[in-house]
């Protein structure tokens, strides 16, 4: 009986998982499959493989070297990792039997991919991670649990949302500032907010602690985006603000209307919302 090379199949899950396939030209191979969906499916086939038995190997084997042949003819393989994988794989008439080494070595190439992983590659590198868990079971055994642990502890890879505390529409663009620093000097709430996303949008405002109202932000109100705007006092659709609560670590409010930078430019803002918690 000849050994699975499990690492290696990890490596090949995470490759394809991981990375962005250049499609042919024409986007579909006979059959009509795009070299998205080939990936995908190289990418199921492969997760499937890691739980093979002996009595279901031959079956699960064929299917991923299908699916491998399938996307060599989708998106091409310049590097040779996919013909590399076919080879591997032989005539698929290799039998299964533990190796508790291999299982733990793709673990822990899979947690450190799944570590570096950016949000778009967040979920699949999870479920990745999880199928090398779950075969280090197999093949390792859990005595104490904790591998069980650390798979319950993932859950069903869907990445948590970061909390938007405050949020608004300029134009018609949206912008969520998730990073929020809120300053406590003296009386007074010097609040901050920046975004997770690639660019440079930060908003300021100051409010003295406990107190709400209308307008009680605007004086130190600033957005800025491609330049820095400010509230528009020329009568029409004016900059308003309302701030509803401001107790011991919460800050609650809204804010509209137009403002304007320093060459005169206008910026119309709705659905304005502060919803802070310090």
């Known amino acids: 009986m000849k050994k699975i090379l499990t690492l290696f199949l990890c490596a090949t899950i995470l490759s394809f998982v991981s990375c962005e396939d250049e499609p042919l030209e024409g986007d579909f191979v006979t059959g009509g499959i795009t070299c998205e969906q080939a ?14 038995n002996d ?6 084997c064929v299917a991923y070297k299908n ?27 290799t039998t299964v039997v533990n ?9 822990d190439a899979a947690q450190l991919a799944f570590a570096n992983a950016s949000d778009e590659e967040y979920t699949n590198l999870c479920n990745a991670y999880k199928a090398t868990l ?11 649990g904790s591998i069980q642990s650390t798979i319950d502890d993932l859950g069903d890879c869907t990445q948590a949302t970061l909390e938007v505390e405050i949020s608004l529409t300029a134009g018609t663009l949206p912008i969520d500032f998730d990073i ?60 308003t603000s309302e701030i509803t609560v401001n107790t011991d670590g919460t800050l609650t409010g809204t804010f509209w209307g137009i403002v304007t930078n320093a060459d005169g430019g206008d910026l119309s803002l709705t659905s304005g919302m502060i919803n802070i918690t310090y």
Do not use: M, R, W
């Open 39 to 52: 990936t995908i499916n190289t990418a199921e086939a492969a997760l499937n493989f890691l739980g093979v």
């Open 55 to 60: 009595d279901n190997y031959q079956q699960l």
């Open 67 to 93: 699916a491998l042949d399938d996307q060599i003819q989708a998106c091409g393989d310049p590097d040779g990792t996919l013909e590399a994988a076919v080879n591997a794989l032989g005539d698929c008439s």
């Open 99 to 107: 190796d508790c080494d291999s299982a733990t070595d793709a673990v």
């Open 134 to 144: 779950e075969n280090q079971i197999t093949q390792c055994g859990d005595d104490d």
């Open 180 to 239: 929020v620093d809120v300053v406590i000097d003296g009386d007074l709430l010097k609040v901050t907010g920046e975004t997770s996303a690639a660019n440079n949008y930060t908003i300021y405002f100051e409010v003295g602690q406990g107190q709400t109202g209308v307008d009680v932000i605007n004086p130190a109100f600033e957005l800025t985006l491609t330049s820095v705007f400010f509230p528009s006092t020329q009568g029409f659709d004016d900059f």
